[in-house]
């Protein structure tokens, strides 16, 4: 059963005459260990209808290009065949996903959706709302625990939030249970004016679509369910046991991959967490510690902070101390073009960004020296930010998301605390190359890159 926590009514719209219940799948890509889904299908048995999901793809996502929307399409086709084996009709319209559910609300009983915490993802639902004559239910299936349960406002620090979100993990982390379907829906008819998008042939339908194609897809995180769960059974397998101790370390790769199947709600949170928890790994807390606490703080941040795209969003002495050095001689500056092709004078900087650019994925360690780098290599910390999130979002295959909006923030004071001033950084947290070399074996790091490259 679906926690109530999760499940709000977004009106209070009375059930309507119609053919369908319509899952309207946003944020949560996937067939399994969703709770919306599972929350749509035992309506749709309650109420004797079919149940059909459906999925609006546009071609103008803030930010997103080719390697995104492969990424997506790759899921998307997956998740077909796992809703087909489920009795469930899948619908992926060319439109705004706000648009096609309110045409597809027409025929239906009553609507649900999972939660997106992003403004674009806000709004979409906020714009439904106004205009469906059915109910809208949204069930939060991103988080293990709900956002408004984990804390009421926007939390300082990590160490703030985990006070709050650790007596309210247990209850969340629970399996969930599959509903099977009393009608199946695969042969219903379906038609609108919209253009239906077919998943057989993910090259044909990219070749068609309007989209920026920039930034080419790779070959390295290949998108859908079933590749997030095998890299979870290798995290499970191989490098569980090492996370608490290695994960740190950018040549040796001990990390979960999980998060550009997260930021796509192709895995889900729960699973995840369960899994690891299953094992009797001496390093589940370390990697439920950022999972959950780490994770859904950067969710507790969107959520509250409407400033989550801008500087403003700093505690009160970041701002300051960075304003007190804005001005501060800098050693080097680069444009956007030496950073973006990884020109600069730092081999590991380097390394880190090709990383990026290359396989969609940077090092969890080496986004932070990434990104303070940033700071003390263009002309302002506004520079720095826009620039940071500019390639973030660009190139990483999770980037767009609460984390990414959140680490690159982090770079510049959030969730930090004051650490002793020095040039350019005032008093925010400094790093340097000598630490890198010190604990890692840095160099190795960067040979793998230049082999990935060639
Ligand atoms: P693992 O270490 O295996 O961790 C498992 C999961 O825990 C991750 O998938 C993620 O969901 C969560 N997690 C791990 N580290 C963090 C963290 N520091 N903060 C919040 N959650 C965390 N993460 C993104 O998902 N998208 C981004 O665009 C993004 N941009 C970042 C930019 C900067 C400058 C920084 C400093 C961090 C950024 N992060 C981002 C956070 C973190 O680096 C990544 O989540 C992590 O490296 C993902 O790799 P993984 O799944 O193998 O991580």
Request: proline letters at 4%; hydrophobic letters at 35%.
């Amino acid at each position: 059963m679906v926690q109530p926590e999760r499940i709000k009514n977004l009106n209070e719209k009375p059930l309507k005459e119609g053919d369908y219940v319509l899952y309207w799948m946003q944020s949560s890509q996937r067939a399994h260990h969703n709770p919306a889904l599972e929350y749509a299908a035992s309506k749709a048995n309650q109420l004797q209808k079919q149940l059909i999901v459906y999925f609006g793809l546009t071609e103008k996502y803030p930010e997103a290009n080719l390697r995104h929307y492969n990424f997506m399409l790759e899921g998307l086709k997956d998740l077909k065949s796992s809703l087909i084996k489920r009795n469930i009709k899948f619908l992926v319209l060319k439109c705004s996903p706000n648009v096609g559910v309110i045409e597809l609300s027409k025929r239906a009983v009553m609507v649900v959706v999972d939660r997106g915490y992003l403004k674009e993802q806000v709004k979409w639902r906020e714009n439904v709302v106004k205009v469906i004559e059915c109910p809208l239910v949204q069930v939060e299936s991103d988080v293990v625990v709900p956002v408004e349960i984990a804390s009421f406002k926007e939390e300082y620090s990590s160490a703030t939030f985990r006070r709050r979100i650790k007596p309210q993990i247990e209850r969340f982390l629970v399996p969930l249970k599959e509903v099977s379907l009393d009608r199946n829906s695969t042969s219903m008819e379906l038609s609108t004016k919209i253009p239906e998008i077919p998943l057989e042939d993910i090259d044909e339908v990219l070749s068609r679509l309007e989209i920026d194609r920039s930034v080419p897809k790779t070959e390295h995180f290949r998108g859908g369910t079933s590749n997030a769960l095998k890299f979870l059974d290798e995290f499970v397998e191989d490098k569980l046991d090492g996370f608490a101790e290695l994960r740190n370390d950018p040549s040796l790769d001990h990390l979960s991959n999980m998060s550009p199947y997260l930021h796509f709600g192709q895995i889900s949170p729960v699973h995840i967490a369960l899994r690891v928890m299953g094992t009797e790994s001496h390093s589940r807390d370390a990697f439920l510690e950022e999972l959950i606490v780490r994770r859904e703080l950067a969710v507790n941040f969107i959520h509250y902070n409407p400033n989550y795209r801008s500087l403003d969003a700093l505690p009160d002495w970041a701002i300051k101390t960075l304003k007190e050095h804005e001005h501060d001689g800098r050693n080097y500056i680069y444009t956007l073009e030496e950073l973006e092709t990884a020109h600069t004078h730092d081999p590991y900087w380097n390394a880190a960004q090709m990383e990026m650019v290359l396989k969609g994925k940077m090092h969890g360690y080496m986004r932070m020296y990434w990104g303070k780098k940033m700071l003390e290599w263009t002309e302002s910390p506004q520079k720095a930010f826009e620039t940071a999130l500019y390639l973030n979002n660009k190139y990483e295959l999770d980037g767009r998301d609460p984390n990414g909006y959140t680490g690159v923030l982090w770079c510049f004071g959030k969730h930090d605390r004051a650490w002793k001033e020095r040039k350019i950084f005032g008093k925010v947290r400094y790093m340097n190359a000598n630490g890198l070399k010190r604990k890692f074996k840095i160099d190795s790091y960067v040979e793998d890159m230049r082999s990935i490259e060639t």
